[in-house]
Nanobody, 122 residues
Framework: QVQLVESGGGLVQAGGSLRLSCAAS????????VGWFRQAPGKEREFVAAVSWSVDMAYHADSVKGRFTISRDNAKNTVYLRMNSLKPEDTAVYYCAAGPTFNTDPLRYHYWGQGTQVTVSS
């Protein structure tokens, strides 16, 4: 069982950058895939990016490709999401999640953090 805590959200202007962190406690990410999802008010939760721990592969949604980068630090048991060139449409609560398989479906992820708010102003 893994507990996840997100941090790093905040208010930035369009074009700015943030780095989100997802730290695990009560376990490690070594047997999981870890994904980032976001949800804006009135919108469905959508996939942002994911990284596999067993296989060193990553995938980013088309909407963020070239701007966001997911990465992991095994020693710190932490996953990051670096966000550059932020746009107002990136405004959402961002969640990290862990699951048994590398995928884009939120239903396939078992453990979830509480989320961190990212607000991008114009």
């Amino acid at each position: 069982q893994v507990q996840l805590v997100e941090s790093g959200g905040g208010l930035v202007q369009a074009g700015g950058s943030l780095r989100l962190s997802c730290a695990a406690s009560g376990g490690t990410f070594s047997s999981y895939a870890v994904g980032w999802f976001r949800q804006a008010p009135g919108k469905e939760r959508e996939f942002v990016a994911a990284v596999s721990w067993s296989v060193d592969m990553a995938y980013h949604a088309d909407s963020v490709k070239g701007r966001f980068t997911i990465s992991r630090d095994n020693a710190k048991n932490t996953v990051y999401l670096r966000m550059n060139s932020l746009k107002p449409e990136d405004t959402a609560v961002y969640y990290c999640a862990a699951g048994p398989t590398f995928n884009t479906d939120p239903l396939r992820y078992h453990y979830w953090g509480q989320g961190t708010q990212v607000t991008v102003s114009s």
